[in-house]
Nanobody, 121 residues
Framework: QVQVVESGGGLVQAGGSLRLSCAAS????????MAWYRQGPGNKRELVAR???????NYADSVKGRCTISRDNAKNTAYLQMNSLKPADTAVYYC???????????????WGQGTQVTVSS
């Protein structure tokens, strides 16, 4: 089985910074990509940032220039450094790991439970 656990959320003031972590564990052969999504109240879940196994990244326009996604492949962990936070960034942030299970031939997506980020004005 695969577990995905996020951490690092909290309450910050506008303009502040936060670093989220996402750790995947289990019978993992490889992780093709990891991504951060978020869902605010009344909103649909949206992609924030994504990083592939070879380091390619992409970001939502709303966070581009303020957020940086990175990963430690040896630890199956991804990070999201968020700077210049705005109240609009308030949401539950979810981590997605696209995982190749040992002995399998295809990738599956696994979600974490989410971590709350609240930005006060």
């Amino acid at each position: 089985q695969v577990q995905v656990v996020e951490s690092g959320g909290g309450l910050v003031q506008a303009g502040g910074s936060l670093r989220l972590s996402c750790a995947a564990s289990g019978s993992i052969f490889g992780i093709n990509a990891m991504a951060w999504y978020r869902q605010g109240p009344g909103n649909k879940r949206e992609l924030v940032a994504r990083i592939t196994d070879d380091g390619r990244t992409n970001y939502a326009d709303s966070v581009k220039g303020r957020c940086t996604i990175s990963r430690d492949n040896a630890k199956n962990t991804a990070y999201l450094q968020m700077n210049s936070l705005k109240p609009a960034d308030t949401a539950v942030y979810y981590c997605l790991a696209r995982v190749l299970i040992r002995g399998m031939s295809s990738f599956d997506d696994y979600w974490g439970q989410g971590t709350q980020v609240t930005v006060s004005s």
